[in-house]
């Protein structure tokens, strides 16, 4: 009923052949390790001399799982591309093969620059691997980096970088980012100068955080004709793996802001963010403390919408509610318009005239304008649009302007369009309605006043208010 137990026949053939293998491996590699530094020494030597590169480094740790370098130089010693004081590589060791767990390193400093929208490090490129085709991913090891400087040279401007921090580079690694570049050209015939950030980084399940200060001595665009001095963000931003898109918001401040004929000073706000670098869309709210528009000058200027910035094309727009607190309008403007009024001296609406002009000069001191403002702008100029707009004077007069287009001026042309209907009443103003028409912007103006009689009762007034074209 038993069966009978054959006699014990070994390890198959195929296992003994790859024991004996990996038993003669094994004595290979304990008679190389009485002198591995000079052999990997010279591996490496002669890999580096066949790929072009010139570099120069000493071994001072090489074991199974752990390798030092020490006085690294890469490139031409008289300008190297890389320098390190020394770097360390943790690594695994499985069937599949060798897998780096961890590097350090320390006092880095690597030359580099962006040709055509991509890096390229010199000597370095000849020992990286070609380029796969997939998209960017952060490698799973860690890193421990200190004193790293980057030096970039590109065709906007030389830009300085300082890299600080800890932990796996796609989850985990928490470090700091400082840049600065002295002047560097933005697009769009823009230029920064003394621009500077210090944020702090952060990479968790593969999406970096970049939250911190940046800021820049003046922002100048002389073909827009914007010019902004003293800009300082405090920026708080996601992006993917990819690198390829940014989300979140940042503070604002902006000691002063000139566009075109206007300037405000003393800018404070928050915005939100949401794109890439062919388009970005948000939510701005901005207060300035003080704004100017030619000669006119007023308080407490206020913006609280949704814009849309093109990078690419240098194109941005606005669309939202603007608010100025007590404008002053200038001399020349108040002196024109009674000037106006007062010219129909010595003829039956004289009193009317003068009365008129009185209340101009009035009004035409402190005024608080409402609008809802749409704006936009390109690398040819653009166009501010105010419909509907509400002017209150503290003399008590009001101004609405609402239907047609509203209020629009464009620029760099500077010239000025109305079309819609405006109501004007109190402030000593008799109650009035003017409808515009204006069919190119500096061109002629036509329209038809209605004015209600002034008078003491609506018995006196009549049937129906006067009703003038012009």
């Given at each position: ?395 008590g007069a009001r101004l609405a302007v609402a239907g047609g287009e509203g209020l629009t001026y464009y620029w760099p042309q500077r010239l000025l369009r109305i079309d819609g209907e405006a109501s004007l009443q109190g402030g000593d103003f008799p109650i009035a309605r003017i409808a515009f028409d204006q069919p190119r912007p500096g061109g002629p103006i036509s329209g ?23």
């Open positions: 009923m038993s069966q009978a137990v054959e006699p014990r026949r070994g390890w198959p053939l195929t296992v003994k052949i790859v024991l004996f293998l990996l038993a003669l491996v094994l004595l290979v590699l304990t008679g190389a390790w009485l002198q591995r530094k000079p052999i990997a020494a010279d591996i490496l030597g002669r890999e580096i001399s066949a790929r072009g590169v010139t570099a120069s480094y000493r071994i001072t740790r090489l074991g199974f799982r752990n390798q030092r370098l020490e006085n690294i130089v890469i490139g031409d010693p008289a300008n190297p591309d890389l320098t390190a004081d020394w770097a360390e590589v943790l690594v695994s060791l499985r069937w599949g093969g060798v897998t780096v767990r961890k590097i350090t390193a320390r006092g880095v400093r690597l030359n580099g620059r962006i040709v055509g929208g991509k890096l390229r490090l010199g000597q370095i490129d000849r020992l990286l691997l070609p380029p796969s085709g997939k998209p960017f991913a952060f490698p799973d090891f860690e890193v421990d980096i200190d004193r790293t400087r980057i030096s970039l040279a590109t065709s906007a401007g030389r830009v300085s970088l300082a890299l600080r921090g800890r932990g796996k580079l796609s989850d985990g690694f928490r470090g700091r980012l400082a840049g600065s570049a002295p002047r560097i050209a933005l697009g769009a015939g823009c230029r920064g100068t003394g621009v500077r950030a210090n944020v702090a980084l952060t990479i968790d399940r593969r999406s970096p955080h970049i939250s911190g200060p940046v800021s820049a001595a003046l922002v100048d665009c002389p073909a827009s004709e914007i010019r902004a001095a003293r800009l300082s963000i405090v920026v708080d931003a996601r992006l993917p793996e990819a690198l390829n898109r940014w989300r979140g918001g940042a503070r604002l401040g902006i000691e002063t802001l000139e566009v075109a004929r206007g300037a405000a000073s003393g800018l404070a706000g928050n915005v939100r963010f949401d794109g890439d670098a062919d388009l970005t869309l948000g939510v701005l709210d901005v207060i300035a403390q003080r704004a100017r528009f030619a000669e006119h000058f007023g308080r407490r200027l206020r913006f609280d919408g949704r814009y849309r910035v093109q990078p690419r094309q240098a194109r941005i727009a606005l669309l939202g509610d603007v608010a100025l607190g007590d404008l002053a309008l200038g001399r020349a403007i108040r002196a024109a318009l009674t000037t106006t009024l007062l010219s129909a001296a010595g003829t039956p609406i004289e009193p009317l005239g003068r009365a008129a002009a009185s209340a101009v000069q009035r009004a035409t001191q402190s005024i608080d304008l409402l609008g809802s403002l749409k704006l936009v702008h390109g690398p040819r100029g653009g166009g501010a649009r105010l419909q509907p707009l509400t002017a209150r004077s503290a003399s038809v006043l209605r004015v209600a009689p002034r008078c003491a009762s609506a018995r006196e007034a009549g049937p129906a208010p006067a009703s003038t074209p012009w």
